[in-house]
């Protein structure tokens, strides 16, 4: 399958282990080299490699520990190039700058891979980063492809590879789902975990400090593995944000066998993004561009390992739900009720089922039972009970999820009843329908709960967990059948754009030159001249038609307002003539004389609602564009939303959902609906301006004036910062 | 203690019964009998009875089962009568109309209290009213206090008692929470959720359809029970609001040994308040008035089990957080950092550690150690490790609350640190700091958790919910801190106002009639006149003073603004008379002259914020005051918030803090704060006013217009409509 597993000569040139993707040689090696392994059971350098073993790995091991003469009753060797036989990946233990000095005997041999578990790199400082940029410089040399430092290793369970390179405890099922993690330890905790779950997995890995392979390397990977259906990501911070849009968009549904992925974030507090930094030496991305970045490429963000996992099950074991509309079938009132009430916050509707379907269950559950969704068959009941509902809710078409919820009373046969739902899963495997349960408790329910999750399906503590878990997977569907928009090319003069942005120095430009450049590029920029006197500006007035605004210019001056700098609504000659006066004694007592340009006379723009566009840059994630309603709401419920550059018209349209205070442009009391498509015309084109021009380092408009639907926006004003890079 | 305990002859008159509170002919009845027994294992009527003697009773157990000589080999009786001994509890199986016969006869027998398990009342509609009616007859007549009917039954752990008077599969543990649930499976879920995390109940009792005991007698009662220190509800509908409060108040920080309380309210959404209504006949309070009354009372209110039990197990094993610091001890970087995220989304702040604490560090952790907080001792940490950094931040005073998370690398010796993390709590007893372990996974982590949790010591699944419980109890502490705060007794004028409203019909109050009450009860109602003809209308303006408003006055007109009928802005006598020709011309299009008073002249109010007060009737809890703020943040964001009447001088305060959109009010971009003493003061007459008015149904004052502080607030437009009940 891979150029690794047939390579039988130790030299191959770098860019052919390369082209291999580089990573089968890591997770589909046929011989491991272990560096630095120790006699000391309980510590790294010793269960790394007894791990190897005790996984049973489908390949020859060698343990290099120099001075020692067998490890765990396997031969040693003291150096790497010492090893008789071809080795393709090689596991590093070794502490400190023996490190690097093997990594290059590991080149040396013509070893394509290597998992660095040792710490000590760039999480610890200059000295580490310093010794980072060494193993970086090492496996370029030689082509090899890095895991880690600083990490926790790799898991491959496919039969017959069988690699557990890590210090984890104990190999996992064989299962679905791909774990990527930037925190090794956090692997631990969701091994055992997972454990607890009879949840299992494709292949599982410990980033570390990313040298080399990142996250995007590993989406590129998994888009491809057949074994994986759902990917899972622990992320502290964002490489290469750019490549994982694109390729993330791909996995999760441009590409031919969608995948879900589903991440968290950590650090999405500044405290936590400090500790993060201490941890990985990671750099933090503002978490709302991380937010952002995860919508656009349809990643779903969980919020914790148990949502995470949660939903994880439910994809990888269930059909995605063909629609919202959920049946709950419970033997307790109380839990009927929550569940409810938890199906309804996550937006799904209880079912409304069929006549047919009440009568069938007439027939068969007592008299007291409640025959509504939620379905009540009664404290008292026992499989017959649930077998009988169960049916009649998985032939109503009128039924897309079921969920069971016990209680375990004295009567309960819980065993009994788990198995009958599996019977049920099996019977009604055809039907499309997704089915959850919740046996709630701990003890009593245990084995009950063991005999779901080994026959597939997912178990949650809480029908709430239940109902969350098939939020995202219906939020997930909604992504998988959402019209792929393009990206927008909006006609627009470039090249006189250019004129403006390419010879200007960083720092602001001015007014006349901000408003010509959105003018270029197709921003309905009101009527507008640049007057140096009072007479050119009431000559300008008289040409533009009256009311006018007159705005100062001056480099000196940002904030136009706070020095009286802008005059509205002037209706005459004479009004325009006595406001330039006005104006140019009150800018005086703040600017030199020789800093006033003169002022823009411009057209009154008639009211309307009040939008901020803007563009910045993110370290990670370069031009990102966001969106707000202007005044107060911006100030008092910071509302507002990104995307990063390029936007789609899809990711626009969803620009003005996302705001909570949206609801102010779709014409409450009576008032008209405001023109949405002007807003989204205005970040599209704003969109391919950053595009465009890498030197925009912030762009604000700051209003733009939107007029009813169909009369069009405005803008009010506007400043731009360039810097080059 | 109890006059049941001592209790010899048959026949004590109802009142003595009552007197004693009857709630320990419950809890600690010294025999039982159980009506309605049978001898099929796996049904209600046969387990209830054995788990009598399963929970080892301390006392004697009698079966009524007609024409069966004996049941689980314990002599039965055909009647309750034929018992030759007193019987101080019965617990009632029996089906159908049976149950009510064999209550009569309890009562005959002069047996205290019943609990009636069996269903088929209120929950099943009319004909099952009726029943339910009638043993609330029988109980009255006998002065038999009743748990249920359609219940589970009720439990006391105590040792000298032993009751397991219910179909739950086994006896709880015995410790310092007492339950109260209106849903009977859902206890059962509960006991074994409970069971598996070692949390022990005092009492735990399901309240069925609440015929004559509701959960208020259940917290009367609670309140003086030494055995318990947290009360847990989960609750579907509320029968007595106001009491309560009052209780609840009292138990949460008003009493002498202040015992928090969470609950759950079932039945959030209208779906799930319909799913309540046929569980268990319950009627739905509004959910926001719910909210409200939990916060007026300090009831910390849960989102499902999993958060209560979070929370409960703090409360019941730790000592409040006496601050908001919280200091971390982690084995591995990710879940430190998630750690730290979740308590600042929390409102905890990290414990800044006191540079001896950090010199300590350094001296006993590894160099790759992170010594700040979250202190990361590395994934091959061992007990030593652990200890080392517990101590130290035990010993810093900077710390209020401690988080020790552990993930299980190869090499981590999970129970010693968890024997460690036990020694470190009981040498540290008397610090009075909070803490909580978050060991991650499932499997190869219990052991360790076992041992914690029979230790007193909480565990969280997840870091993250640490911190939820924490968030919860540094909340609950706040309210224990509050000042206190009374009712406030405004002067007023209430026989002027009772002279309004105590002859007028039902229906809306005319504006005059309504501002004078408003006058009445010292509210800011700007000078107005009523004025029938034109001329009146000048001369009123002129007395009042220019500018001023004219509103049309009709019993027909409740929105005058759409009929035309408010004239703003009115200068001089020449514009009040043209105003006056053009509003009587207006709104003669849609009323007839006769049905048109005149029209209120008032002055100008200037220009301020809009706020929005209403009080409502609540089927439960009678009068509710609303706060919102008003025009688009009510209609656009239902930011809106309500009390209980009466309110206390606190709760004002606190409903304007609730509001979301309240930062509007406190200043922004450089304007004054409004004059929130003058929306206090309207709230708390407002309050006032509903509490002495019962036929006031609905009351809006919209807008309340608020100035600057100091510069108080005017009301704009008033709505009062009146409904006698």
Chains 1, 2 share one sequence.
Not at 443 to 470: F, N, R, S, T
Not at 653 to 658: G, K, L, N, S, T
Request: charged share 25%.
């Amino acid at each position: 399958m891979s150029a690794v597993s047939q390579s039988t000569t130790q030299h191959e040139p770098p860019a052919a282990a390369a082209k291999a993707g580089g990573l089968d040689a890591i997770f589909r090696p046929k011989s491991v080299a272990v560096l630095g392994v120790t006699n000391t059971p309980g510590t790294v350098p010793h269960d790394i490699f007894t791990n190897l073993l005790a996984g049973r790995f489908n390949g020859a091991v060698y343990p290099v520990a120099p001075r020692k003469r067998h490890i765990a009753g396997v031969r040693a060797y003291d150096y790497v190039l010492e090893i008789p036989d071809p080795v393709d990946l090689a596991v590093l233990v070794f502490p400190g700058r023996v490190c690097e000095l093997a990594l290059e005997q590991c080149g040396q041999k013509g070893i394509k891979a290597a998992i660095i578990i040792s710490a000590g790199f760039r999480e610890v400082g200059e000295a580490g980063l310093a010794r980072e940029q060494e193993i970086k410089r090492i496996a370029a040399k030689y082509g090899m492809r890095l895991i880690g430092p600083n990490c926790l290793g790799a898991i491959n369970t496919e039969d017959d590879v069988r690699l557990n390179a890590s210090f984890a405890r104990a190999m996992p099922d064989s299962g679905k789902i791909a774990f990527i993690s930037q925190s090794g330890a956090l692997c631990t905790a969701v091994l055992d975990y997972a454990q607890g779950k009879h949840i299992g997995f494709s292949k599982f890995v410990s980033l570390g400090n990313k040298a080399d392979i990142t996250e995007v390397d590993m989406l590129e990977y998994l888009a491809d593995d057949p074994r994986t259906s759902v990917i899972l990501m622990y992320l502290e911070e964002i490489r290469d944000g750019k490549r994982l849009i694109d390729i993330a968009r791909h996995i999760t549904g441009e590409g031919a066998n969608p995948k879900p992925i589903l991440a968290i974030k950590g650090g999405r507090t500044a405290a936590g993004a400090a500790a993060a930094q201490s941890h990985t030496g990671a750099l933090a991305a503002s978490d709302v561009v991380c937010d952002a970045v995860f919508r656009q490429a349809g990643i779903i963000r969980s919020k914790s390992i148990e949502e995470m996992f949660n939903t994880a099950q439910l994809l990888a074991y269930q059909p995605l739900p063909r629609g919202n509309r959920i049946a709950i079938v419970t033997n307790a009132g109380g839990p009927g009720v929550m569940a409810t009430d938890a199906a309804i916050e996550r937006r799904l509707s209880l079912a409304k089922l069929a006549p047919d379907t009440t009568a069938k269950l007439k027939k068969d559950l007592p008299p007291t039972a409640n025959l509504n969704n939620p379905i009540d068959v009664i404290g008292d009941a026992r499989d017959d009970r649930y077998v009988a509902a169960l049916q009649a809710v998985f032939d109503d078409p009128a039924v897309d999820q079921v969920l069971v919820i016990l209680t375990p009373q004295s009567m309960t046969n819980i065993t009994a009843i788990a198995s009958a739902v599996c019977n049920i899963k099996d019977r009604y495997a055809e039907s499309g329908k997704t089915l959850l349960c919740s046996f709630m408790g701990a003890k009593d329910v245990a084995p009950g709960i063991d005999i779901l999750q080994k026959h597939g399906i997912p178990h949650y503590v809480l029908p709430e967990w239940a109902c969350d878990a098939m939020e995202d997977a219906v939020r997930y569907r909604n992504w998988l059948n959402r019209s792929c928009t393009e990206l927008p090319r909006f006609e627009v003069n470039c090249p006189r754009a250019a004129g403006i942005l390419d010879p200007a120095p960083d720092g602001y430009l001015s007014e006349p030159q901000a408003l010509d450049v959105l003018s270029a590029y197709g921003f309905p920029v009101p009527e507008y001249r640049l007057a140096r006197a009072a007479d050119e500006a009431v000559s300008a007035a008289e040409r533009i038609g009256y009311p006018v605004v007159l705005r100062i210019v001056s480099p000196k001056i940002i904030h136009k307002f706070d020095v009286k700098g802008v005059i509205l609504d002037l209706k005459s000659a004479a009004e325009v003539r006595s406001a330039w006066a006005a104006m140019m004694d009150a800018v005086r007592s703040h600017v030199s004389a020789s800093d006033v340009h003169g002022a823009i006379v411009r057209r009154m723009i008639p009211s309307g609602k009040e939008v901020i566009l803007g563009v910045s840059r993110d370290p990670v994630f370069g031009h990102v564009v966001m969106l707000g309603l202007g005044g107060i709401y911006v100030e008092a419920f910071r509302d507002v939303t990104f995307r990063v550059v390029p936007i789609r018209e899809g990711d626009a349209a969803q620009m003005i959902e996302d705001l909570r205070t949206g609801v102010v442009l779709k014409g409450l009391r009576g008032e008209k609906t405001s023109d949405l498509g002007a807003i989204r015309d205005a970040l599209g084109r704003l969109s391919q301006l950053a595009a465009d021009f890498p030197q925009i380092a912030e762009l604000d408009i700051n209003p733009l004036i939107v007029h009813p639907a169909g009369e069009g926006a405005h803008i009010a004003d506007v400043r731009i910062r360039l810097e080059k890079r």
